[in-house]
């Protein structure tokens, strides 16, 4: 008889060690992911939530995309910027490749962009491989020399994109923003987690 008490006993003890496992483990599990839905929500808090319109900027981006715009504080030739363009007629929010910033000279020959960043003396041919296809639809472009204020940029998609080719450089303070290389990368992420609502951030369409 001890001994059926002595094995009851164990199993009871047994039983609510499990119980108390289990409940430590799904307490760890829901603080986790309380934590990291909590830093989500946090770090995209400081984003702007941007939604690609159109086809200029493929295949790098497509219609569709989300993408979360940051604000820096130095932007680079090669970045993908947002631009506030402002015309006599109002301003046109767009997304664009920056090639050229205050000081550069370039110019292009047939689909052909040639650089001379500043404070350099040669002209560099640019290897371009984010370019969708082959370059038609105004791909030759005059010497320019952009003040220092001034940039220039352009769609990866050149023979649909509307960019400085039309109506030249624009002043660098129009640029709001710039894609980080992880949007880009995670964007099918990023469009979920918009869709369905788990961060609530201020939105562009462009």
Known sequence: ???TDENGTVSRLLNGYADALGMRFFYCVTIFFLAVFLTVQY???SFTVIFVSGSSMEPTLSNGDYLVMEVREEYHRGDIVIVDHKTASGSTIVIKRLIAVGGDSFYCERGQLYLQKQGETEFTLQAEDYVKDGWFNH???PLTTLAEDEI???GDNRNVSKDCR???PVKAEYIMGAIPDWAIEHRSVIGFMQ???IFDT???SI
């Open 139 to 141: 791909y030759d472009i």
């Open 152 to 154: 220039f940029y352009m």
């Open 166 to 168: 039309e109506y030249g």
């Open 202 to 204: 201020k939105g562009e």
């Open 1 to 3: 008889m001890r001994k």
């Open 195 to 197: 869709k369905y609502r």
């Open 43 to 45: 770090v995209f808090s």
